[in-house]
């Protein structure tokens, strides 16, 4: 196992930024790009993927209930963009690597180094600046909670004139914090069909494309039909390569991964060894 990490750069020791220290053989503390020239990496089929592991509340690829699963998003995205390479800004927390694979250091920027919720849109402003006039097409995948909390950014893209699109994975939650209330209420032994409250963002439903035009970008109504996504994708892609700013709002299923999901929602006594 080895580490490539600058992390420490940006943790507290009081604060225990850091979380579980994994056990690494080789420590690097190096750019990734730098140490690992891409020539030495295994071909894709060489690499074994993790067997995930089973979660109640993984998303499925593909839902058999007529929704929208990020997944399917990501799909339809390459087909919107063909040939032209995209530059994943952002990717929404319920992005599971299987959705995607990235060859070049420019096909994801990866995420903030704070985890602060709301980063998304102005660092994706950043990003899609630093990209104009080149050959990419720069994307935000992002869930409706980061765009919520950032979202006023958009405003100096199309004052700019920098072009980027903005997909937002909404579902509807700041659903981070739904699996978080379920740990805790299984700790507690509260109810855990409890765990939406004060994290769904529904009731009434936003329109997410509307609050963007309100600050100048373009917005597509909000779509949760499968059906529309490769319409919907190939009309704000086409927008975009024309220098604009555009905003697509789709209703995803809510869910993580199904590693992900499984290691949120374990209680301590759940968890290997019992630590807390
Ligand atoms: C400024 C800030 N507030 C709160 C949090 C805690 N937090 C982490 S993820 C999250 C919810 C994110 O919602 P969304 O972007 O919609 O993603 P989802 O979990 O729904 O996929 C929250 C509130 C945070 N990380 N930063
Ligand atoms: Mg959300």
């Given amino acids: 196992m080895i580490q490539v990490p600058l992390d420490h750069y940006s943790h507290r020791g009081w604060s225990m930024d850091h979380q579980g220290l994994p056990p690494v053989d080789v420590f690097m503390p190096v750019e990734p790009d730098v140490a690992v020239p891409f020539s030495a990496l295994p071909a894709p089929s060489a690499l074994r993927p993790s067997r995930p592991r089973k979660s109640p509340m993984a998303m499925p690829p593909v839902p058999q209930d007529g929704t ?38 420019l096909d994801y920027l990866g995420m903030d180094g704070g985890a602060g919720i709301g980063s998304g849109p102005g660092m994706a402003v950043g990003a ?33 004139g920098v072009p980027l ?34 994290q769904r963002i529904g009731d009434p439903d936003l329109d997410l494309a509307a609050l963007a035009r309100g600050l100048g970008p373009g917005g597509l109504r909000p779509t949760d039909s499968p059906s529309e996504l490769d319409e919907v ?12 700013t555009v905003v697509v709002d789709v209703h995803v299923t809510p869910g993580y991964s199904a590693a992900m999901a ?6 301590h006594e759940d968890q290997e060894g019992g630590q807390p």
């Fill in 165 to 198: 699109l903005t997909i937002v994975c909404n579902n509807r939650s700041f659903f981070n914090d739904e699996l978080h209330q379920e740990r805790v209420a299984r700790d507690r032994d509260r109810p855990v069909q409890n765990r939406w409250i004060g």
């Fill in 233 to 244: 994708l190939a009309r704000a892609v086409a927008a975009v390569r024309d220098g604009a």
């Fill in 128 to 160: 899609a600046l630093a990209l104009r006039g080149t050959d990419r097409l720069p994307v935000l995948m992002t869930g409706d909670g980061d765009y919520l909390m950032g979202m006023t950014a958009l405003w100096t893209a199309a004052n700019a």
């Fill in 68 to 105: 929208i699963s990020i997944a399917m998003v990501a799909d339809a995205l390459r087909r919107a963009a063909g040939t032209q390479p995209i530059t994943l800004i952002r990717v929404p927390l319920g992005w599971s690597g299987e959705m995607g694979h990235f060859r070049d250091p």
């Fill in 262 to 267: 499984s290691g949120m929602t374990r209680s």
